[in-house]
């Protein structure tokens, strides 16, 4: 930042990204630092180069302007991105009320008595922003080797995890077979004590006459072992 009297300039010196037939851009902030009106005037060394918007104009008192200076297009680039253009911007107070029609050149003329601040300003040429670099695949932007160390762990935990699945599933399903064989053999222990009490029913229901009521358990019976057998059939 430059700071005069009149006027405060920032920054002072102008800097482009330079790239080859584009138009390249950058801005001053005048601020006026007095309670007058204060008049500014912007020439440079090289005019067909640059276009000033605006070139010339009032700051009023206590407050700032904005002034673009663009570059055009350039064909070629300087030896060393070196460059020797220079601004001049000057500034005199004037009477309150000035408008920026009535700004003339004489305003702006030391020989005439006038008390004019001027400030010189460099310009620059730097590099352009380069593109971020793409992140190279199965990594992160940003990860520390420790987060690396957590993320190979979290990954070798998941294959043994995958890797274990297969085993719990096994188990689980010997238990359940274990469980059915159980189930069977207790059915068939069962169904065998049914089938010894039916024939013992048999054999007393011939030497009973009361045939009837043996017949109704002897179905009773038959119905039970088929529902028994139907059960377990359906469970396995």
């Known amino acids: 930042m430059s ?3 009149l ?8 800097k482009f990204p330079f790239e080859l ?3 390249i851009s950058c801005s001053l902030q005048l601020s006026n630092k007095t309670d007058s009106y204060v008049a500014f005037k912007v020439k440079t060394t090289n005019p067909k180069k640059y276009c000033v918007r605006p070139n010339t104009g009032i700051v009023l008192p206590r407050s700032t302007c904005d002034v673009i200076v663009t570059m055009q297009a350039q064909k070629e680039a300087p030896l060393d991105m070196q460059c020797k253009d220079k601004f001049l911007l000057q500034s005199v107070k004037v009477n309150d009320g000035v408008t920026m029609k009535e700004i003339t050149p004489e305003m702006f003329n030391k020989e005439a008595g006038h008390m004019v601040e ?15 670099s793409p992140v190279p ?9 420790r987060a690396s160390v957590s993320e190979n762990g979290n ?12 085993q719990d599933k096994s188990a689980e399903a010997r238990f359940i077979i274990s469980k059915l064989t159980e189930d069977k053999n207790n059915a068939i222990q069962q169904n065998n004590r049914l089938r010894q009490e039916l024939e013992l029913l048999r054999r007393e229901g011939h030497k009973n006459r009361g045939g009837s009521g043996v ?21 396995k």
Do not use: H, N
């Not at 300003?121 to 922003?129: A, D, K, M, T």
């Not at 990954?155 to 297969?166: G, I, L, Q, R």
């Not at 017949?215 to 469970?235: C, D, E, N």
């Open 118 to 132: 001027e400030c010189k300003l460099r310009v620059l040429y730097v590099s352009p922003p380069q593109p971020p």
């Open 3 to 5: 700071t005069g009297e």
């Open 7 to 14: 006027l405060s300039i920032e920054p002072i010196e102008l």
């Open 155 to 166: 990954a070798d935990f998941a294959t043994s995890t995958k890797a274990f699945e297969p």
């Open 215 to 235: 017949s109704f358990m002897i179905v009773f019976l038959v119905g039970l072992i088929g529902l028994t057998l139907g059960y377990l059939m359906k469970k």
């Open 137 to 145: 695949e199965g990594s992160e932007e940003g990860s520390s080797p």
């Open 21 to 23: 037939r584009k138009q």
